[in-house]
C-alpha cells in the first residue's frame, strides 16, 4: 500500500466535496458485516455515481490500496470487511432504479438498490425478481450478485445468477466493462456477468445491473407437515418433486429446531416430532388449488402425524412462524448463535441432518437444523456464548466438521452464503487444486495487482 | 502445427486401436456441419472415453496441432467444423447416461447423449431436462454445453446454461478439471462451468455434464391467434406475460411466413394476416384449462381474428405444422435457405420485423421471420440459391443489415446458435474492444498456446 497521506489526498482531489470519509467514526462504522468479523478501513468512499468507483480504483490501482466494496454490509461471510486497511467502498447511496421495463421484462438499477425496494417497485406492474435472500429487506442488489444469493423461493425460479443478463463494472484502474445486454438469449462470446456473480468482490464493482423479471403469479398456499422421522420427511419432498409439481418452497426443520421453538413459543407442535415440512406452490388460482391438495395428499400417505393448509396470507403467515423464530428460539438457549450454509445433493439430507446431530452432541453443543431441503441448503445454527473461550473452541471444531461431512457427500462448504473470511481456509478441501489455480489465474487477469477484496475467497 | 507425421504417430501409440482415423473418406466426412462452412481435419479421434480425450489434448499441445471437438455437427454457426486442419475430436461415442436421479434431480451424462435420448431416458421418472434446442433429436448434451442451446420452451425454463451444475473438463496439455458439483445452490468460487457453457469449443472439452432436471408438468395446451398488425401481436405477448402467466412458449410467424406457408400447404390461414401466435402453457390440468382461456380472452381483447385453442396432442400438433413448415416452404421458392438468430430486446420485435422486411425488399430477397418472440429470439429465413453468385452476395449483404439493426436495437448477433465462423467478422460491433480483450486473455489461461477450435467466435 503506497504512502497513506498522499493517496488520500489523491483521492480527495478525484471525488466530489462529501464523499471520501477518513474519521475514527466513520472507519469504525465500516468495519463490520453481519458476521463476527472486523477490520478498520483506512477511509471510506461513499459511491454516488460510476465515476466515483472509476476514480477510487483508478487511485487505488496507482497506490496498490485494497479495496473492498460493501453494499448493505449484512453479509454473513465477511466479504465486505475491509480485514486489511484501505478503502470501504460503499455502493448503498447508489439506489436509483433506473428502468422497469414490462415489455421486456427486464429492470436496470443501481447497486445500491435494496432488495425489498425493487420488488415494491415491480409490484404495480405484476412482475417480480425471483432471488430472496432473507435479508431481502435490508440487502443491496449489489450485494446479492457479489454473493450470489439464493433464499427460500429458490427452488421454483433459481439463484441470482439466473436473473443477470447484463452488468456495467468497473476493473482496477478505473477501466469500465459492458458484460452481457438486455436479450434474454445472448451467446456472443464468453459469458462474463455470469463470472462476476458470485465473485465477492473479488474482480472488480459492479455499478449497474440489468436483471430479468417474472410475471408474479397471483395465488399462493402453503402445507405444513409433521414427521416422527427425518428419512420419511425426505422421500415426502423427492415425491412431490417427482409428482409434477415444483414447489415455491420446501422448507424444513428438523426435532431439536421444532423442540427448541415449541418450548420458546408453546405453538402445540407435536412433541415427538423428528421433522417439519413447510410446502408452498404458487400459480394460478385454480392451479394453486389443485397443487396444494396433491401436496397434502402426498404428505398423509407418506404418514405424516399433521398436516395442515394455509391460503391466506394470515394464515400462512402463522404456519411460517416456526420457521422465522428458529434463531431467537435459540437465543434463549445461549447469548449468540452461528449460522452455517451448508448444501448437499438433496438425497444425503436425512444424512446430513444426522450427522450434524451427532457432531453436535460429540461436542456438547447444541444445534438446530433448518433450511431449504427442495434445494438441498441447509442451515445448521450453533447456539453458543462467544464470551466462553472453551465453548468457542468447540463450536468452531463442530462447525468445521460440518464443512468436512458436506464436502464428503458431494456438496458445498456455502450455498447461498459465500466463503468471504469465515470460510477460506475451507476452499482446497472442497475444490480441486487445479480448479482453484485457474480461478486464481482469472483474478490475475481482472486485478493483476490484487487490489480487490484481498484475502477475500482464497485461502492465505 | 509440428511435423504431421510425428503427432500422427504418437497419438496413434496413445490411443486404443480404431479411434484415430486418417482415411480421406473419414476426413471428408468430418469436414462439415449444418452450415455452409467447410474445412478437412488431418486426422478424426473418436473419443470414446475421458482418456481418449486426455491423450489427444496431451499430443496436441505438444506438437501444437489444432482440436476441434465434434458432437452431431447439427450447429448453425460453423463451430465443429476443422477450417484450420488438425484432429476432429468426436465425443459422439461418448453416449452414456451414467447416473438419473430423481432424488436429487441430477443427470449425469457423457458429451455425446443426444439431447432426445436423455428426454426418452426421464420421461419413465416424470422428469424432463429442459433446454429443447430445434435439433434435440440428433443434436448432442456436449454440443448443447458449448453453444448454450435454447429452443422454443425456453421462454419458461431459460436455456442451456441454467441446467449445467458441474462439467468434467479437460484442458489443452491433457489436465483434467472437475468444476461446479451437484448441489443445486453453490457458491464455492468463481463460476467457471457458465464460463465454460456456450465457449463453444475454444477452452478445452467437456467430457461429463451434472445437469439440472425439472418435474414434468402433466398438461399442455395452445392458442393460435391471426392478427392484421405486428404491433399488437408483439402487444398481446407482452399483456399475456403481465397477466401474471409464464407460458412454454410464445412464437410468431410474420406475414410472408404465413403467405409462403399457406401457399405451400392451403391451410386456410388468414389471407390478409400479418402475424400468428401460438401461446402455449404447461402445469396441472385444471391449471392449463384456466391459464389457456385467460390467453384466449387476452388475444380476443387484442383483437385477433380467428382464435383457436387445441388441448390434446393431435390439435397442437395440427395448429404447429404452420410454425414447422416454413423453413420446407420456403425451399419451394427457392432452392437453399439461409437462417439467422438474432435476438432483441422483446419491446423491439416489431420494430425489427419491419427493418428486416424492408432489408429484404432493398436487396430483393424473400426473407421469412419467425421464431420465438417472447424472447425476443428471431431466425430470419432467407430464401436463395448458392448457385446465383450475384443472390449470394445480395444475401450476405441483406444478412449483415439484419445483425447491424439487431445489434443497433440494443439487442445481439445471436441468441443460440454461437458465434462459430459464420459470425466471427461481426462479434466487434457486438461487444465493445475492452469485453472482447478480456474474453481472450481467459482463453489465453485456459488454451495458452491457442490449440482449442482456433478461428472459432474471435474475429482474426
Redesign the interface.
Known sequence: MGEKREWLEELKRELPEGRLLTSREDRVAYSYDATWEEGWPDAVVLAHATEDVVATLRVAQKYRVPVVPRGAASGLSGGSVPEHGGISLSLAPMRRIIEI??????AVVQPGVINLDLQKALEP???FYPPDPASYDMSTIGGNIA??A?GPR??KY??T??YVMGLEVVIPGG?V???G????????????V??F???EGT?GVVTEATLKL?????ATATVSAFFDNLNVAAETV?AV??????PLTTELLDGVSIRVVEDFLHLGLPAGAEAMLLIAVE?????V???IA?VEGICRTHGASTVETAATPEEESRLWRARRSVAAALGRLRPHTLGEDI?????RIPEMVRTIQEIGERWGVTIAVYG?IG???LHPTIACDRNDPDEMDRVSKAAEEIFAAAVRM??????????GTV?RAF?PS???N???D??K???Q??DPHGIMNPGK?FPD
Open positions: 421495463s414490462p415489455e421486456d421484462l427486464v406492474h405484476g412482475l454473493e450470489n439464493g429458490c427452488l433459481g439463484v445468477t439466473d477501466e466493462l459492458r458484460l445486454g438486455r436479450s434474454i438469449k445472448n451467446v456472443t462470446g464468453y459469458d462474463l455470469r463470472l456473480v458470485g465473485s474482480l417474472l410475471p408474479k403469479p397471483p423427492v418433486l417427482t409428482s409434477g409439481i415444483l400459480g394460478e388460482t385454480g392451479c388449488k389443485e397443487e396433491r448444501a448437499v445433493p438433496r438425497s431449504h434445494d438441498g441448503n458431494g456438496g458445498t462448504l456455502s450455498g447461498e452464503h459465500g466463503i470460510k476452499l472442497a475444490l480441486p487445479n480448479v482453484l485457474m480461478m489465474a482469472v483474478k487477469i481482472f475467497v
